[in-house]
């Protein structure tokens, strides 16, 4: 989620109090799933969100309540039918939710435990206690400080969360903006990485996390990979996109994809050799057809099925679904 992160850089930045809303529980509808998040602190400051909007106020004064008596509080929204009127707001989601808002201690072990976890890019399993008979209890901590004893009357949101998805853009080329852009509105860690340094500048490219000018050869050398990188391939030199892709075919990485038309992927991949394995998890033309030339479609195409593929979805209509939406 791209509003944890952002909460653990609120709390190492600011000394203000601060409390902390999560959703632990739905039954039925609704617009956000548990483990979403929204830092409250004592100036006013939010960080992240528990619905579209709806109920951000309403958990502002319990969060100002919480600071006041220093105790977790759990706070149920129904928005079944009969009860959506009540919050004046037509929400329409027809479930229940159950937000705990918890008062954080300074620098939570938790909190400092995920952000590290996050730099080193493993995950992080935590545990929200949000009914207990010893009220001391509630709140967020590491799964591994779960007690030890047999509590009754506990119930626990149990999470792992992984590191925020890494995308690889090998190409800095003008349509390479919009894509950065948007994967950091996802909330995605980016890099950016081209031969050619009047390409690849900060200056061009001022929301990336990591700039490399690199050879196509020392890619691998360059920057490191895992089984959760998704990469697109997009220079429009072939002399390029050849030796990058020769770099990462034989990569376990999430997802790999090649910019230009279907006939040029065929040949690059004749010239490399590539296995019958290599050449079915290639996706080129990269992106879903969702219509559109400009570099900002483009961009919306290819990161649609990069989502689609991080989600296991097949990227049909939502309406199309005779299941629930979410599992």
């Not at 329409?92 to 938790?110: D, M, N, T, Y």
């Not at 995950?123 to 207990?132: G, N, R």
């Not at 390479?176 to 990485?193: D, M, Y």
């Amino acid at each position: 989620m791209k509003e944890l992160p952002a909460i653990l850089h609120r709390l190492a930045e600011t000394a203000a109090p601060a409390a902390l809303a999560t959703l632990v529980q739905v039954e039925g509808s609704s617009y956000r799933r548990p483990g979403a998040r929204l830092l409250l602190t004592a100036d006013g400051t939010r960080t992240g969100s528990i619905s579209g909007g709806c109920l951000e106020e309403d958990l502002a004064g319990h969060a100002r309540a919480v600071f006041a008596s220093g105790k977790a509080a759990l706070v149920t929204y129904d928005t079944t039918a009969e009860n959506d009127l009540v919050w004046g707001v037509g929400l329409g989601c027809h479930g229940v939710v159950r937000v705990l808002v918890e008062k954080l201690p300074s620098a939570p072990r938790w909190a400092a435990a995920c952000a590290e976890n996050f730099r080193q890019r493993v995950p992080t399993s935590l545990a929200v206690i949000w009914q207990a008979a010893d009220p001391s209890l509630l709140g967020t901590r590491l799964a591994s400080e779960l007690p030890t004893s047999k509590t009754a009357d506990i119930a626990i949101f149990r999470e792992t969360v992984q590191p925020p998805p890494s995308l690889l853009i090998c190409g800095a080329g003008d349509d390479a903006q919009p894509l950065v852009r948007f994967a950091k509105e996802l909330g995605w860690r980016v890099t950016v990485a081209d031969p050619r340094a009047d390409f690849a500048s900060l200056r061009r490219f001022p929301e990336a996390d990591e700039i490399v000018v690199v050879r196509p050869e020392g890619l691998a050398s360059r920057v490191p990979v895992d089984a959760h990188t998704l990469a697109v391939v997009m220079t429009h030199h072939y002399r390029h996109d050849l030796p990058f892709l020769r770099a990462l075919l034989p990569q376990p990485i999430a997802y790999l994809g090649l910019l230009g038309p279907k006939k040029r992927a065929e040949k690059i991949l004749d010239d490399l050799a590539a296995t019958s394995v290599q050449r079915a998890r290639l996706h080129a033309p990269v992106g879903l057809d969702l219509g559109g030339d400009t570099p900002e479609a483009v961009a919306l195409a290819i990161l649609a099925e990069m989502q689609s593929v991080l989600a296991g979805r097949d990227a049909r209509p939502l309406g199309e679904r005779t299941g629930p939406i979410h599992e």
